[in-house]
C-alpha cells in the first residue's frame, strides 16, 4: 500500500498507518499525536524527504516512539488533500487523537525536522491546557460559520464574468494563464471555446490557439516520448516539472479533438494522434485496457543507505521514468470520454473499443462488494464514496450511450445520478464530496465549486436523457449553492461556468448519422455549435445507412426536423418552422 521514493531510502522503517479510525483510535490508546504525512507519487520534495529526512535514525525514532505516522498521496485521496494540502507536497499535518489540527509543514531537512516532531512532543505533553483551549476556542469558531439556509437561484451572470476573468488571465504572449507558472488547464480551454461557440468572439478561439501552439513549441512538451509534463515553473512553458498526468492529458486530447473540428487544421489532428500515441505506450496496463495514472522522471541518485550496500544501481545523475500504475476511476472515466470523441472525430474503431472496455473494467473492478464506486484499483478498489468519481463515470456512460445507444450505459449513469442525489446533498446548496464522514477533517463534508460544476452538467444530461425532472432539480441545487463573485477562483472556475451555460438554455437533441471519421460530420457538427447556441445539446451519434449521406436530425419533444445535409440548410426559418427556437 506504502509508495516510496525508487532512489534508495529507508523511509520504510518509519512504522507507517494507513488513514483511518484504527489511527486515530490507537493514537487515543497511547494518548500521542497522529503526524499525516500528504505526498505525492511525482513529488521531487516528496522523493528527497523519504531518502533524506525520513531515512535518517533519529526521525525514525521519534516517528516510532511518540507519534502515530499516517502516510497517504494525494491521487490516493483526494478528499484528504483538499482538507489538508499546504504549499504543495509533501504537507505534514499533526493532529491530536481526537482529529484536531495542531500543526503543519513542508519539506525539511532531517535536522530541521527532528527539532520540530521534538517541540510538538513538548508541547503536547507539557502544555496540554492551554493546546486544548486554543483548539477548542478553534472548533468553536470553525462551528458558528456553518448555515443551514437554502441556496439562492442560479446566478446567469457568472457566465460573462467567468469568461472575462479567464481573458484577464490569459498570457497574451505565451498563451496559458497567469503571469507565473504555468499549468495546463484543459479545462479553460473547453470553457472559451464553448464561449466562441456562443458568442462567435475569435479572441476566445485564438488565445486557446496561442496557447497550445506554445505548448507545443515549449519544453513542457516532451518531443521525444510524448506527452506534456504538468506544469512549467516559468511563464514561457520552461522549466517544467516533469510529472505527466493522465488527467490532463484527457483534457488536452478533447481540446485538440475540438480544435480539429473547428479549424479544420491538420496540426490538431496531428497532435490529437500524438497524445493517443503516449496514452497507449505508457499510460497503459498490460492488457490495454485500463489507463494508468502517471508517468514521472527521477534523477538518480548515489547514497550509502545501510552499511555495505550501495546505494543505487544506475549511473547517479542519470534520468529514468516510473509509471503509477494504480487505475484511478475519475480519470480512466476522463479518458475513456476523450478516446469516443475521438472515435467520432477520427474514425478509428479500435478508440471506441478500448473507451468502452475501459468503463467496463471501471464498472467491475472499481466498485466495492456493496456497489459502490471506488477512487482507484490496486488489485482491489479502495476508497469509495467520492463525488467526483460517481461524476466523471457517469457522464462517461452518457458519452457511450450516445455513441453505442446501448440501454446499459444509461442505466449505470442513470444510477450513479440517484447516487448523488440521495448521498451527496448539501441541505444548504450544492453536493458534497464524500458521502460519509470520518477522522480528522473528514468530519467536515465540503461543498466544492469545481465538483459542483460538474455536477450540474450531469444532471442536466441527465434530466435531458430521462425527462427525470428530480435530476434537473440537482442541477439548479448545484449551481445555486455558489452565486458570490466568482472571480477568486480564477481558472477553476470554467467547469461550473460551462455548466451555468448550459443551465441556461433550453434542451435539443441533434442526431448525428455520419461513418465516424467523415469530414462532412464535422463540418455538420460544427455548424450545429454555431447555430443552436441558445440549446443545450444531447448528442446521439449513429451509423448511417450503406453509402447514405452524414445527416443531422433535430429534435425537440414532438417536433422533429431532418435529414439536414448542408450547413446552409440550418436557418432560423427552418427552426421557427419545427418549433424548435
Not at 484504527?22 to 497511547?30: I, P
Not at 460551462?498 to 443551465?503: I, K, N, P, S, T
Request: glycine share 6%.
Amino acid at each position: 500500500m506504502f509508495r516510496f521514493s525508487p532512489n534508495p531510502n529507508r523511509a520504510h522503517l518509519v512504522n507507517w498507518r494507513e488513514w483511518g479510525l484504527e489511527a486515530f483510535e490507537e493514537a487515543q490508546r497511547q494518548d500521542k499525536l497522529v503526524m499525516l504525512y500528504l505526498g505525492a507519487f511525482w513529488c521531487g520534495f516528496c522523493q528527497r524527504m523519504d531518502e533524506t529526512t525520513l531515512s535518517v535514525d533519529e526521525t525514525q525514532t521519534l516517528l516510532n516512539a511518540y507519534f502515530i505516522p499516517v502516510r497517504v498521496e494525494d491521487a490516493q485521496r483526494p478528499d484528504l488533500n483538499a482538507r489538508y494540502s499546504q504549499n504543495g507536497w509533501p504537507t505534514i499535518v499533526f493532529m491530536t487523537p481526537q482529529g484536531d489540527h495542531v500543526a503543519s509543514v513542508n519539506y525539511m531537512p532531517p535536522n530541521d525536522f527532528c527539532d520540530v516532531l521534538v517541540r510538538l512532543y513538548q508541547m503536547y505533553t507539557e502544555q496540554r491546557q492551554e493546546l486544548e483551549q486554543s483548539l477548542a476556542e478553534a472548533n468553536q469558531q470553525s462551528s458558528q460559520v456553518s448555515t443551514t439556509s437554502e441556496p439562492a437561484s442560479p446566478r446567469s451572470e457568472s457566465v460573462a464574468e467567468i469568461a472575462e476573468t479567464l481573458m484577464g488571465l490569459a498570457d497574451p504572449i505565451y498563451g496559458g494563464y497567469g503571469p507565473d507558472h504555468k499549468f495546463l488547464h484543459p479545462e479553460a480551454h473547453q470553457f472559451l471555446l464553448s464561449r466562441y461557440h456562443a458568442t462567435g468572439d475569435r479572441a476566445y478561439v485564438n488565445h486557446v490557439a496561442l496557447s497550445l501552439e506554445q505548448m507545443r513549441r515549449s519544453q513542457t512538451h516532451d518531443n521525444q516520448d510524448g506527452g506534456f509534463h504538468r506544469y512549467s515553473s516559468k511563464r514561457d512553458w520552461t522549466e517544467p516539472h516533469q510529472e505527466k498526468l493522465l488527467a490532463d492529458h484527457a483534457g488536452l486530447l478533447s481540446t485538440y479533438l475540438h480544435m480539429l473540428v473547428i479549424t479544420g487544421e491538420a496540426r490538431y489532428e496531428e497532435m490529437a494522434q500524438e497524445i493517443i500515441d503516449f496514452l497507449d505506450r505508457r499510460l497503459s496496463d498490460a492488457d490495454g485496457v485500463a489507463f494508468l495514472g502517471c508517468q514521472d522522471y527521477v534523477r538518480a541518485v548515489t547514497r550509502r543507505i545501510s552499511e555495505g550496500q550501495e546505494a543505487t544501481p544506475r549511473e547517479p545523475g542519470s534520468t529514468f521514468w516510473i509509471i503509477d500504475d494504480w487505475v484511478y476511476t475519475d480519470a480512466n472515466a476522463q479518458a475513456a470520454s476523450a478516446y469516443l470523441h475521438a472515435y467520432q472525430i477520427l474514425g478509428e474503431s479500435r478508440l471506441r473499443e478500448r473507451a468502452l472496455n475501459a468503463l467496463d473494467f471501471l464498472w467491475e473492478h472499481c466498485r466495492d462488494s456493496e456497489g459502490r464506486v471506488c477512487h482507484y484499483f490496486d488489485g482491489s478498489p479502495y476508497v469509495p464514496g467520492l463525488l467526483i468519481d460517481k461524476t466523471h463515470l457517469a457522464h462517461a456512460n452518457l458519452d457511450a450511450h450516445a455513441v453505442t445507444g446501448e440501454p446499459g450505459y444509461l442505466e449505470r449513469a442513470t444510477a450513479l445520478g440517484q447516487s448523488i442525489l440521495s448521498e451527496h446533498k448539501n441541505p444548504a446548496g450544492g453536493f458534497y464530496d464524500i458521502s460519509e464522514n470520518g477522522p480528522g477533517h473528514l468530519r467536515h463534508k465540503l461543498t466544492l465549486l469545481t465538483e459542483n460544476g460538474l455536477v450540474a452538467s450531469l444532471m442536466l444530461r441527465l434530466s435531458d436523457v430521462t425527462s427525470d425532472i428530480s435530476f434537473g432539480e440537482g442541477a439548479t441545487w448545484a449551481l445555486g449553492a455558489f452565486t458570490d463573485d466568482l472571480s477568486p477562483y480564477g481558472v477553476f472556475a470554467s467547469d461550473f461556468g460551462m455548466a451555468m451555460a448550459g443551465y441556461m438554455s433550453s434542451p435539443l437533441t441533434v442526431t448525428l448519422e455520419a461513418a465516424p471519421g467523415d469530414p462532412q460530420a464535422r463540418v455538420l457538427a460544427l455548424s450545429a455549435m454555431d447555430r443552436l447556441t441558445e440549446r443545450r445539446v444531447t448528442w446521439i451519434f449513429r451509423p448511417p445507412d450503406e453509402k447514405a449521406k452524414a445527416a443531422l436530425y433535430l429534435e425537440d419533444g414532438d417536433s422533429k426536423v431532418g435529414p439536414i445535409y448542408e450547413p446552409a440548410q440550418l436557418t432560423p426559418d427552418l427552426l421557427t418552422a419545427a418549433r424548435l427556437s
